[in-house]
């Protein structure tokens, strides 16, 4: 590699939702520096998103929650191996460019830590950022925290004079994953469904949660109204309660939480004519395979963090209290209030 070429890194860690927003700034950096050896820095839960991504010649992987347990574990001197060739590998190239599209601690600890000509990322003043523009050499002035995260990645290259052009995402869905989900849907042949449709009803925010009961009411009304084969998806800590929402259906519908990966996830989606969501990283990988998503929102902001484009729909209730960001919520009304129809009907338009 000729000593020209240009070395860049991403710093985006978390989540999957976040890292699918961060795919597009790494296609504009691949279209205008063609020859750059481009580097991602990321924790392993999102990192089978990166794997192979055409644009990317570098992955670097943070195990910090695994090192975490292990640690704790007693597992002292092995852990301590692999945090050491993990910042070997951090600290052995000198970067032309360092972006941090993280913008807080976490990704400012190893930024901190990492040899690089310019660290560029935003000022002071945006929600979250837990002063992490300390350890930044470029700081390029602070967007509102309203604008859509995907967009907001977007602002920090063109602030830097790097056009961004279309909105590609281009997940690296390979061979392997699509034979996997043939495999998986295609024993379910003898369900009658004639659209394929993907429910993803789980998050991690107990507040996002949608009722169980409901979600087997919409998939029996779409299985009745377009004779609609249900998949339902998440993971494998998801199960129990899938199995729950599938106890209260009238008809049969297939669980598939925990029987994917993230690309081989992107693969199924692709399959889907629509796929219905809680605001959870699912939802912005059906997003990104340009399947319609129809989200459903309760305490987070949609114009901030929904399925981005035009052909997507989301579903909120009328709360005077929503967005209000609460991982818990002692009333859950913002989702209560969502009816199964409203739900029906934006199904119906995407299909329409």
Known sequence: MSSSTPHILIVKLSAIGDVVHTLPALNALRRHFP?????????AAAAGLLEGHPALDRLIVSHRQQWARALKAGERHRTLRRVGRFLTDLRDTRY??????????KGAMLIALTRGKRKIGFGPGMQHQEHSYLVLNQRVPMISME???????LALLKAVDIPTGAIEYRLPISTAARDKVAGLIGPEASLPGDVPIAI???????????LPDRFAQ???????????????TGGPQDREAIDTIQHGMRHKSINLAGHTSLIELAALYEQMACVISTD????????????PVVALFGPTAEWRTGPFGDRHRVVTASERCR???????????????IPVEQVLQQVEGILA
């Open 323 to 337: 967005p209000c960001f609460k991982r818990k919520c002692p009333e859950l009304r913002c989702m209560e209030k």
């Open 96 to 105: 032309d460019m360092i972006f941090d599209f993280q913008a807080a601690l």
């Open 280 to 291: 959870t990283g699912p939802m912005h990988i059906a997003a990104a395979v340009e399947r």
């Open 218 to 232: 919409l998939a029996d009304r779409l299985i009745d109204r377009y004779r609609a084969t249900i998949y339902f």
């Open 200 to 210: 993803n009803p789980m998050a991690k925010w107990e507040s996002k949660l949608w």
């Open 35 to 43: 020859e750059a050896h481009i580097t991602w820095l990321v924790e």
């Open 147 to 153: 604008v859509h995260a995907l967009e907001r990645g």
